[in-house]
Nanobody, 126 residues
């Protein structure tokens, strides 16, 4: 089992940038497909981005494509989400998640991911 801890959230203004990090406890971090999800108040948790085990391929939700970039550093067991041109509608709790299955195309369903962090709050003011 992998333990995930997110960090980097905060309160920013529209147009600003933030970089989220997710630290993984598991030394086999590189064996997991990783993803970012978010959940806004009163809404269901939704997919944001995912990345393959080696980091060579990624996929994004249409709502963040061109603004967010997912990356990972397997040497330090870390996952990142660079968020640029933030909008008020990006306000949510952001979660990182690990998928044990090695499938392609990358999975985007909440139920597809096996391990979750507790989340970090991102608030974007207008």
């Amino acid at each position: 089992q992998v333990h995930l801890v997110e960090s980097g959230g905060g309160l920013v203004q529209a147009g600003d940038s933030l970089r989220l990090s997710c630290a993984a406890s598991e030394t086999t971090f590189a064996s997991y497909v990783m993803g970012w999800f978010r959940q806004a108040p009163g809404k269901e948790r939704e997919f944001v981005a995912a990345i393959t085990r080696a980091g060579g391929s990624s996929t994004y939700a249409d709502s963040v494509k061109g603004r967010f970039t997912i990356s990972r550093d397997n040497a330090v067991n870390a996952l990142y989400l660079q968020m640029n041109s933030l909008k008020p509608e990006d306000t949510a709790v952001y979660y990182c998640a690990a998928d044990r299955l090695r499938v392609f195309p990358l999975r985007v369903g909440v139920d597809d991911y096996d391990y979750w962090g507790r989340g970090t709050q991102v608030t974007v003011s207008s």
